[in-house]
Structures are given as structure tokens and as C-alpha cells.
């Protein structure tokens, strides 16, 4: 246990960019050093398969691999010992998904650090599960050696106090092919920064997002792609769902394309569906672009209500009012969701969609 | 032996001008095994009184009834008039991303008959169904009306009729945006369902084409918010030749 004694950060006031959305009073101190932060590593692996390993090191020996202006992220670096190291080994093709489980015992601030290292020509899927409640500040660094192939999924299946502050940064090399998908579904306040950056052409990152807020949940998602080096593809394409009066969601997704970064192949989509009078969504996509010699890069946001038309043409086929609405909101996650190809995790998560529409008259 | 019985209806919507009245006293009764053509020009109201029936929001009904059998359809919700019975193939059938035709049917279905159908004899009636339709077994895969043809989206609609058997179908301008084929596959159908089930149809459309293959035991001119003049089959065969001119008044 470490209390952070350097404050060579500043404390967001909230009125900075990266912090305007950010309800700073439900962070928990988080952001200003008014909560003790724990140097604990809560994330339990299930079985480790043959060419993993997952093991806990000192901090000192595993330095951040990327720099980071986020403040809670500072001070997670400041005060974890330990990292959690996951390595899948070179050549190493790991057939199920490596799960890690969230394993809360109090409620305590805890920081954690996580370095995941993907080996040369490597194939594997990574799982954190997150549920219960707590206090959470994470720093999550991967790194993708050339050739490697990761798939990168975190649940946030909080219940409904959590707090949640987490950077997922990849950093991916030549030929290398990221793919994550940040599902949040719980918590009372969920802060994410799913972020990457390239060191070699024929690099691809997709990244995918679910979430759905209700009453008193504000999910923040903001990613940011850099492209710095030629020939890198980048595809985003997050979707949510709010059902509640003070139901709140953020996104935002920044995309640079820098002038040595020519060849640049870029999309990124976000889609928000207001379920009840009151919800807010903010989504900010923004492109920027200093190299004209690029593939492409564009950019879609949409927010809108629930499509009565829809509503209609489904109960005029017999099918009551509450089940055509959950068979509408399923079809509208179902682009993310049956993606993660875990069959019991897309149940789950549904299920527990449909109840929560089920609690709050639409 | 089901009827569908209008008497008086009046439907209004509202516009950025105020409250429009679109139906102004629509009259008409029809059974079970009879087939009711209703032709008019465009803007005549003929969509309005299909979507009325169905329960569409969008529309207000300031007077008049609607029962089948006896119940009031205009007190009941959209799910319920189905479940009465009633049918609407939409001229304009709804995307529904992300969710599967087979998964929309198995719903739809099991809505309507109270219980899930049997998975063994459930796979084998869609499949018939779909086959009589000339349908790809594939199609059932794909999310409902998404990407769909023109054609696609009728055949669908006619697809659901045949599973859902409801008493009476509205037939919403199934013949537009058809080609030959695809108007006969789909009149077949139609045929079939009216042959199999007793089926009542309301057979809106614009063109007399379709009643070369949906024989109408009545025709009914539909013009400004009413049914203006009434006959039979021979009254579709005058208006090909003659046009609804001498309907619309200047």
C-alpha cells in the first residue's frame, strides 16, 4: 500500500478538454489524490494455457511503454509496485480465450498496472471480466509484436457503484492485428480510454464498443487512434443505448493522422439510441489530418430515438409492445455483440439489457 | 367464417397545418373467402385506411367503428389486432437491423398462436413456406428487410400471411415496385393462403395488373376519403380503360 506523495500533475478542474464531460465529483479522488489508492492487482487468471504466462512482476524492472497525459493514469503509475504481465509466447496460436476475472474482496481504491505482450506471429483472445463494486484505476499497456494477432475484450459488468478509470493503450507493430471491444453495461461511473499507436505499416487495429446506460450511470468511452507511420489501417465503431432520465454516455473518438503517416486507412462510427426523454448522449468524432496521401478516412456519428416504425411493424406481426422493443435494442447491439464469439457472455449481457429495459417504462 | 366490418370511418392526421381529415366516412364489410379490390387514385386514402385498421399512431380515428367479429378492433392495441386476426402486408416493410427473419418469425409466430411452435415441425413449415415463395433458405438468415429487393421485401410479407393465418389480410399496394414473376409468385401465394385458409381479403392497389392473377369478388373506387362507387369485377376492367379521372373532382 502506497500513498502518492509527488504531485508533479496537475489536478483536473473539469473545465480541460479531456474533462468536461467527466462528473469529477463521482470519481471517487480519484482525480485529485482525495482517495487512498490501494497497489493491488485484483485481476485473477482462470486456467493459463501452455505458451502463456501471467505472472506478477516489480514495477521498476516493467516501465510504462507509452507515455500518458491522462492524471489518473499518472498517479496509477505513481503508485503501483507491481505489474501484472501477461506474455503470450512467439508462434504461440492459444485456441480459447485467456479469461481474467475481477476478484473484489472491499471497497477500496485500488491501482493497478497490466502489460500484455503479444509475441512475434502470435494468436490469442484476452478476457477481463469485471463485476461488483469498487474503486478502480487501471493502466493497461499491450504490445503487439510483429506478425501477432490479439483480441482484446473487457467487461464491465459492474454492479451499480463502481468506479471505473482505465486506459487500454496498444501499441502495434508491423503486420500486427489488434481487434478489442469494450463492453460496459455497469457502474456508476465508467471512464475508458481505449487508445493506439503504430510502429510499422500493414498494422490494423478495430475496435469495437457496447454500452448501455440507465438511471445515474455515466459511461465515457474516448478513444483515440494515432496514426504515425505509414500504411496503418484503423477501424472504430462503438455503439450505446440510454434508458433513463439521468442516464449519460460520452464518447468521444479522436483519429490523427500525422504527415509521415501516408497509406492511412481510417473509419470510425458511433451510433447512440435514446430510449427516454431526459438521456444524453454526447458523441464527438474528430479527424485530424496532416498527410493528403492516405486510402481514406471518415467519420459517422448518429443519435436518435427509438424508430416507432420499427415498434409498428413488429407488433403488427402479434408481437407485444415490451419484446418487439428488447427484439429492436438486441438487433442493434447484435452487430457488436456476436462478434465476441463468447455465446454465453452475449446471453448474459443481453439478458441483462432486457432487464433493465424491463424496469423502466420507454 | 370471420367479418371485417367498417362503418363510418373517419381518420384524421396531424400535420404542420393542424388536423387533416383523409378518411370521411369509409363503409365496408368484408368476409372470409372474398376478395375486395380497393382502386384509387394516388392521395385517395387508401394507405390511410389500411394503417387505420392496423392501429398505426400516426393516425386518429374521430368516428366511426371498426369490429371483427364483433370486437372492437379500434380499442384494441397493434399486437392485439393481430392476434384477432388481422393482417396488413405494408407497401413499405420496415428494416429491422440485426434481427433475423427466422428469429422475427419464431417471435411473431409464437405471439400469435399463444405458444412456441415445435422446433421439428417448425423448420419444416418455413421451409415449405419459403420454397412455395421461391425463396432461398439463406434468406432466413438475413436480418429482416435489410438489403432486401423490392420483390424480397413482398415475398416476405406474404411469407409472414401464410405462417401467421390470420381471418383477414389488407393487402397494401403488394403489387408496386413488382416485376411479372415476381407478381405471379406472390398473386400464387395470396391464392394459395385464400384457398388453404379462407382468408378475406382488402387488395388495395393503384393498377388493374394484379387482378389478372387475384381474381376480386368486389371492386370498390376509392376517392377522396371514401369508396365512391362499387361493383364487380367488371367495374376494374372499365377503369383500365377509363382512368380514375371522372372520380376526381377539380
Known sequence: MSLA???????????????????LNRLAGLQDQAVELHDRISLEPADIPFGVSITVEDAASFPPLSESEDQVVQR????????????????????????????????????????????????????????????????????????????????????????????HHAIIAKDATFTSYVVTVGGSLVRLLPTVEYTGPGASAELFGLYFATDGQHLEHRVHVEHGVPGAKSRVNYKGALNGDSARTVWIGDVFIKAAAQGTDTYELNRNLLLSDGARADSVPNLEIETGDIVGAGHASTTGRFDDEQLFYLMSRGIPSEEARRLVIRGFFSEIVSKLALPEVEERIMSRIDNELATVRI | MSTLEIKGLHVSVVTEEGSKEILRGVDLTIKSGEVHAIMGPNGSGKSTLAYSIAGHPKYTITSGSVTLDGADVLAMTVDERAKAGLFLAMQYPVEVPGVSVSN??????????????????????????MSVLSMDPAFAERNVNEGFSGGEKKRHEILQMELLKPKIAILDETDSGLDVDALRIVSEGVNRVKENQDLGIMLITHYTRILRYIKPDFVHVFAGGRIVEEGGPELATKLEENGYAEYVTA
Do not use: C
Open chain 1, 76 to 167: 496509477v503509475r505513481e503508485s503501483a509496485s507491481k505489474v501484472l504481465v501477461i506474455s503470450i509466447a512467439k508462434d504461440a496460436e492459444i485456441g480459447t480465450p485467456i479469461i481474467l476475472t475481477r476478484k473484489v474482496l472491499e471497497m477500496a481504491a485500488e491501482a493497478s498496472r497490466v502489460q500484455i505482450n503479444a509475441g512475434l506471429h502470435s494468436r490469442a483472445t484476452i478476457v477481463i471480466s469485471n463485476a461488483g463494486d469498487g474503486v478502480f484505476a487501471e493502466d493497461i499497456e499491450l504490445n503487439l509484436e510483429p506478425g501477432s494477432n490479439l483480441r482484446f475484450i473487457t467487461l464491465q459488468e459492474w454492479s451499480t457503484k463502481a468506479v471505473h478509470v482505465a486506459r
Open chain 1, 5 to 23: 506523495t509527488t504531485t508533479n500533475y496537475l489536478t483536473p478542474t473539469g473545465r480541460e478538454e479531456p474533462w468536461r464531460f467527466t462528473p
Open chain 2, 104 to 129: 422475427f418469425l419464431r417471435t411473431a409466430v409464437t405471439a400469435i398462436r399463444g405458444e412456441a411452435p415445435k422446433v421439428r415441425t417448425w423448420v419444416g413449415e418455413v421451409k415449405e413456406a
